[in-house]
């Protein structure tokens, strides 16, 4: 048999023309796309926020430059500063967004940090450019939430009525160590008359510190109860006086609010502002932060979403409705969510909306062997039966049954595709900011895929 040729291979040949980066990727390629949409993007507040008075200092590296490795990490499911570092010098789709400059792990730890609280202005941007695109219809969208970890344990929380045993077990213990501190420093001065002794035990600094902690988030505790008690008094003097204009008498309850807060509350050390939460896909119990969005049937673009430590979806209807008006310049025409945002208010609050609305009220809106009531409603049906009576006709539940397949695919995406399931940062604010910039990286992603 004869011998084979091969290709010629020399690893230490020198190039003989200068490398171009647009020869190191494909056409179509996913940096190429962010890279091009930054550029089509309004960021010169991100570039104002260097500005100096005299203009000197080190020259930072460009915020563009930056923003295109970042959204480009979160797109493809590195989320790591130290990683986005490390990928900036191995991987050729980085190394071409970074244009060959290789930022450490601290560039982009600061450089996320400054610019937290703008990416939420650049999702909405982000947003519009899929909407002149042609990308984003408005004419159905389906709202979901989610649960995401927080970046906290759940074993760093502690409920309130252990908390009050702590504190009073640390002050017995704290009493206890300073009797015997003062016990031996008279040992030791009849012993050693001037000398120096030793300072205040380790152990008893130790327990000052965690006292100090809890207490803290006893505090945090009980001013949130108080401000819970005070919003229900209010809830239920304007109730009374809605009552009294319609000449009905006031609605009696047997308890009036507690400003105290209930023995299971809890609050975590780590991040006070995440909670305790049930996660729906689990059935186990998170420390996290809940998540919303409004998702476009049309090509599954993310309109709006926000993030905030209620773990019940009721009460967001309104406000993401509100948002993708905000962010898009109109309500879109009809609009699904499941029974998790059911509400007697928000129902309400929807009759002064452009939008139709598909609320799911019950499991009724699954189950085609329930049939729709033939006899009408009553004049003084409440809009829950309203609600409940549109999800249980023919249109109604052909409508609502689209609702699975638009917003649910982009969870999913998100927690499989990107492979984000646990948020870095602590403070409901800095964790509100990283959430938009998964959405508007996933966004890019899909309006990728579309071009």
């Given amino acids: 048999m004869g011998e084979r040729r091969f290709r010629e291979y020399e690893r230490r040949q020198d190039l003989l023309l200068p490398p171009s980066l647009e020869d190191w990727l494909p056409e179509k390629h996913l940096a190429r796309f962010i890279s091009d949409a930054a550029d089509a993007l309004d960021l010169r507040e991100w570039e104002w926020a260097y500005a100096t008075e005299t203009g000197s200092g080190a020259p930072p590296f460009h915020p563009v430059m930056m923003l295109k490795v970042l959204v480009y990490g979160y797109a493809t499911g590195t989320f790591s500063s130290r990683k986005l570092a490390a990928k900036c010098v191995e991987d050729v789709a980085f190394r071409y967004l970074a244009a060959q400059a290789t930022p450490d792990f601290r560039s982009f730890l600061k450089f996320r940090k400054r610019h937290l609280q703008r990416f939420e202005k650049l999702f909405v941007q982000v947003v519009q450019l899929a909407q002149e695109a042609g990308l984003v219809k408005l004419g159905r969208i389906a709202l979901d939430g989610s649960k995401f970890k927080a970046n906290a344990s759940k074993h760093k929380a502690m409920s ?12 017995e213990e704290i009493h206890g160590l300073i009797e015997q501190a003062q016990a031996v420093d008279a040992a030791e001065q009849r012993q050693y008359g001037n000398e120096d002794g030793y300072s205040l035990p380790d152990a008893l600094v130790r327990r000052e510190q965690r006292l100090k902690t809890i207490e803290a988030a006893k505090g945090r505790l009980e001013e949130r109860a108080r401000q819970r008690a005070e919003a229900e008094v209010q809830r239920r003097e304007a109730q009374a006086r809605e009552r009294a204009e319609q000449g009905k008498k006031p609605k009696r309850y047997k308890k009036e609010p507690d400003p105290t807060p209930k023995p299971k509350e809890q609050e975590n050390f780590t991040d006070p502002d995440s909670r305790i939460m049930r996660d729906g896909a689990t059935k186990g119990f998170v420390q996290a932060y809940n998540t919303q969005i409004a998702v476009d049937d049309a090509h599954q673009i993310i309109v709006a979403t926000d993030l905030d430590n209620q773990a019940c979806d009721q009460g967001h209807f309104v406000p ?3 948002a993708v008006k905000e962010n898009t310049g109109t309500y879109p025409d009809e609009a699904l969510a499941d ?8 129902f309400k609050a929807l009759d002064d ?5 598909y609320v799911a009220c019950g499991r009724e809106a699954y189950d085609p062997r329930v049939p729709c009531p ?4 009553p004049q003084d049906a409440t809009a829950t039966q309203h609600m409940e009576r549109k999800l249980l006709t023919p249109n109604g539940r052909k409508i609502y049954r689209k609702r699975k397949s638009i917003v649910e695919p982009v969870f999913g ?19 509100r900011g990283e959430w938009h910039l998964v959405c508007l990286a996933l966004n890019l992603r899909r309006m990728a895929a579309m071009a």
């Fill in 160 to 171: 309130y009525e252990r908390m009050r045993e702590e504190e009073k077990r640390l002050h």
């Fill in 320 to 322: 993401v409705l509100d």
């Fill in 339 to 346: 029974a998790g945002y059911k509400s007697e208010e928000t």
């Fill in 353 to 357: 909306y452009p939008t139709e609305a």
């Fill in 374 to 377: 033939a006899e009408p409603l």
């Fill in 413 to 431: 995406w998100i927690k499989n595709v990107l492979g984000f399931r646990q948020l870095s940062l602590r403070g409901q604010a800095n964790a």
